[in-house]
């Protein structure tokens, strides 16, 4: 049986397997239960880069010290639209679930709320918290400043930029929200990390060697290389603001600047759409919008997709089947768990 | 002389002239020179394609009673931080002022605000007004969904989407702010209908006919093709957002919905950067990192820019050696201006 092969588990059965190593990390019940919901629906939702795989990160971290796993999050202040969180470098999840909490109720209070996340480890898989403020009937927007500087900005050839994600959600006409959420790297660091790890190649135009050449070997990201922005200049110009605006507010610092590769400076905001328009307004209209993306679909090829349609669907269809999880990270995450006296019987 | 034979004036003369073309067609005194103020300063960051070309999209609106010259915005509501202004189809540049007045004092009184601005023409170049917000110490992003379905979506063959901008401001370290402010199409509308007009070609990846295959022919967009996103599925992602979130907000619609041609229903939404830390401390951190940014420029080469630095630098020179007109923009604006009844002796 080779590392790359998978067995599929049901994801109450790692949530279980995570929530029992974050547990022996030294997390209380509560938020190793948090967290591990949290990773477990990346998987369901079909980002593996952002599922149960972290755990590897984390463990370190935590070994490190840079984690404090029974570290509770905490709103330090409220006023009027904006709020301030910290999450005392706790679990990242559970800062943002804080957040979340008060940016939904601010939001439905004043109409319109900020709320920035300080000393926030990880927070996850940007698009769950849009997709619970769009469940709220909120436009939600997200933005964080990775730590770890490994984007080359556009026109540049050196590292500078984290992956600083973007998320937006909408509350969506039927079985899902709209919900974007993506890295303004043209891909995600974890991606390129795990395809380092199994030996791939990238996708031309994702990446640069040490000597700013172009590259689709990962392994160069690691060998002093860097990413390239999405869209040009236009990614690149958002990832500036990202790092800038949530590096800054946050008090994490541009990736350029507090090279610790950890810490994730987040905002979110939040809009009260009712007080625009009727939730049932919008969603009719998004019906027929979306009969009109459909039919821009080529006769021959797959339909247009809607934001969150795809992870929609590949959530429905692993909650089913379950989650196929590949040897090597089965076995890596068991030794981990092991080095924190946890067997984990399930995934053996 | 040619068409493309170019006349250097300068903004006053230009301002002189465009005012006076809208009080000729209806425009009281004051918003006419708002207005002007706003397409010049479009030619003075080096955005043609946004200056004063576009009195002649604005005559034809006139023309068809579907601008009214002499209406005034009006702010509808104001709760918390959240507000309505209703352009009442007038000059959609004062329609923008009066929300960016109303969305500055909200945020810095509620922390946090959100305007949304119906039935509002036009507003001419977004960066503007986060650059207004960024200058009142605030975090502006603004996005609007244009009328007229010109944009196929990703994997799409149909146009469907409007272009949909997006502008993000934060105040910046010295001499600009960071001004972010792009079409989510690959490339503007009106840089397309330019092309078409001047039989130039436009870049492969912009543009696909009417039967879906890829194009270079700027003429194709106005004969059933379509223009593509910027950035794949992100940008795509981004303009589906837009559309969906300004377009129903607003009551615009979404463009492919109320295919009028026209409207611009448009979102800012601001946060009082003082509120999470001081705008001091903001600046000297945006400094390091301009530095980092400027170390990341290839040793042969052009530097790396700043968002907004390419515009502040065309503002600085064009402010001092005046704006070049072609001879064939400049007729045309003399003609229309004559239908209405005005003569433009400094521009003939």
């Known amino acids: 049986m080779s590392d790359s092969d998978e067995q599929i588990f049901t994801p109450e059965v790692l949530e279980r397997v995570t929530s029992a190593t974050l547990m022996g990390m030294g997390a209380p019940a509560d938020l190793a239960h948090l967290v591990a919901e949290s990773l477990v629906l990346s ?84 698009g769950e918290y849009v997709d619970q403020m769009a469940d709220a009937g909120l436009m939600g927007i997200a933005v964080c400043n990775t730590g770890g500087a490994v984007v080359a900005p556009f026109g540049g050839v050196k590292p500078v930029l984290g992956t600083n994600p973007f998320a937006w959600g909408l509350p969506g006409p039927q079985g899902h929200n709209y919900v974007l959420d993506f890295s303004t790297a043209v891909v995600a660091a974890g991606k390129v990390v795990l395809a380092a790890m199994n030996g791939e190649e990238i996708a031309p135009g994702s990446l640069i060697d040490k000597n700013g050449n172009p590259s689709t070997r990962a392994a160069d990201l690691e060998e002093g290389g860097a990413l390239l922005t999405f869209g040009g200049h236009k990614g690149s110009g958002m990832s500036v603001l990202i790092d800038v605006a949530a590096g800054v507010l946050s008090g994490n610092m541009p990736a350029t600047l507090a090279d610790n590769g950890f810490g994730n400076g987040t905002i979110f905001m939040a809009t009260d759409i009712s007080r625009f328009v009727e939730l049932s307004m919008l969603q009719s209209i998004s019906q027929l919008f979306e009969g009109k993306m459909k039919g821009s679909s080529p006769s021959a090829g797959p339909k247009v997709l809607l934001p969150g349609e795809h992870e929609s669907n590949v959530f429905g269809s692993r909650s089913q089947k379950g989650i196929a999880v590949s040897n090597g990270v089965r076995k890596n995450i068991v030794g981990l768990a092991s080095e924190f006296g946890v067997s984990l019987p399930e995934f053996e």
Chains 1, 2 share one sequence.
Do not use: C
């Open 43 to 126: 998987n369901l939702v079909g980002h593996d880069s952002h599922g149960i795989i972290r755990l590897m990160e984390y463990s370190g971290w935590v070994k490190a010290g840079t984690l404090i796993p029974h570290a509770r999050p905490e709103v330090l202040w409220k006023r009027e639209g904006t709020a301030l969180i910290d999450g005392h470098w706790g679990w990242g999840q559970a800062t943002a679930a804080l957040a979340n909490t008060t940016v939904i109720e601010l939001a439905k209070e004043f109409g319109s709320a900020t709320v920035v996340l300080r000393q926030s480890h990880h927070i996850g898989r940007m």
